[in-house]
């Protein structure tokens, strides 16, 4: 782990239950995570992508292995309660607001225990919630605002304490298409202007296409792990990996119905580089360097 490593997972096993009935959420990730990076963590539902966050923010132990988060073995943290106010964060599918708060006081209640007066709680709120597109909507309860005004409330919250590390766990998934790319752009423009890592869990490809970097999980194990180039780049990447992608690189006989033999070629050509950079890039065991990264994972 270097300076410039914000988090750290070694060998990072999480199972659930024992026995027959046993549920190994996480096999042995092994993930870095750069200061000032904006990824996402992608996957189908039950591999491992929401506990992978849990155990970044001290919400969850591991069964085995080590979780680092600015040079804190989690594992030996004196006050998990202080390290999660002070360095991390949280954003939720469900905003969490509490419904008897306005959109100000929801924002103030990550600073109450923190040494922080009223007056200086009260004067960042607002700060906040003006930097989030929200300062006239300061003194409203959350059911006067729309589904996305409560998730920017939820955001200016998670940077009450000025923290190293946003995760965000499915953050756009209550919203309609609008709303949530609003939210992307939100996160993107936090880490372009005050250098925030985030990190967010989502199974919406269109959500990590507006992040800089892509871990995909399968069966608790991290398959690939890629830097974002283009949109195109991300859209090919996605056929590749889809039925219709497979069938086209395993049966080279497979006909394609309207477009010509040379087009049918130069797709054929696209999807093997794109194919072959990803199956380089991470293999099951998780632990071959990445060429997005240029670094070893493990």
């Not at 752009?185 to 892509?214: C, S």
């Not at 999980?217 to 690939?224: K, S, T």
């Amino acid at each position: 782990m270097t300076n410039d490593d914000l988090i750290r997972t070694v060998e990072l096993t999480r199972i659930y239950g024992s026995g027959e009935t046993a549920i190994r959420a996480l096999d042995g990730v092994n993930l870095l995570v750069g200061s000032g990076e904006f990824l996402a963590i992608m996957g189908p539902s039950g591999c491992g992508k929401s506990t992978l966050l849990n155990m970044i923010g001290a919400l969850d132990q591991p069964t085995s292995g080590e979780v680092w988060v600015a040079g804190e073995n989690l594992s030996a943290l004196r006050s998990v309660d202080e390290f999660r106010a002070q360095t991390v964060g949280f954003i939720f599918q469900l905003h969490n607001l509490l419904p008897t708060l306005t959109a100000r006081e929801n924002v103030e209640v990550p600073m109450q225990g923190q040494g922080i007066g009223a007056s200086e709680r009260k004067r960042r709120a607002l700060e906040l919630l003006e930097m989030v597109g929200l300062g006239q909507r300061a003194d409203h309860l959350p059911n006067q605002l729309s589904g996305g005004q409560r998730q920017r409330v939820a955001v200016a919250r998670a940077l009450a304490n000025a923290p190293l590390l946003i995760l965000a766990d499915e953050p756009t998934g209550s919203l309609d298409s609008q709303s949530g790319e609003e939210i992307m752009e939100l996160l993107g423009e936090l880490n372009r202007q005050q250098g925030t890592t985030i990190v967010v869990v989502t199974h919406d490809r269109r959500v990590a296409q507006a992040t800089q970097r892509i871990v995909r999980m399968r069966d608790g194990r991290i398959v690939e792990d890629h830097r974002l180039l283009d949109a195109m780049e991300e859209d090919l990447r996605t056929l590749a990996r889809s039925k219709l992608g497979h069938a086209i690189l395993t049966d080279g006989d497979l006909p394609l119905r309207q477009i010509t033999p040379e087009e049918e070629k130069v797709l054929r050509r696209v999807l093997e580089r794109i194919d072959g950079a990803g199956d380089q890039a991470m293999d099951d065991s998780g632990k071959k360097v990445t060429p997005a990264t240029g670094r070893y994972s493990k």
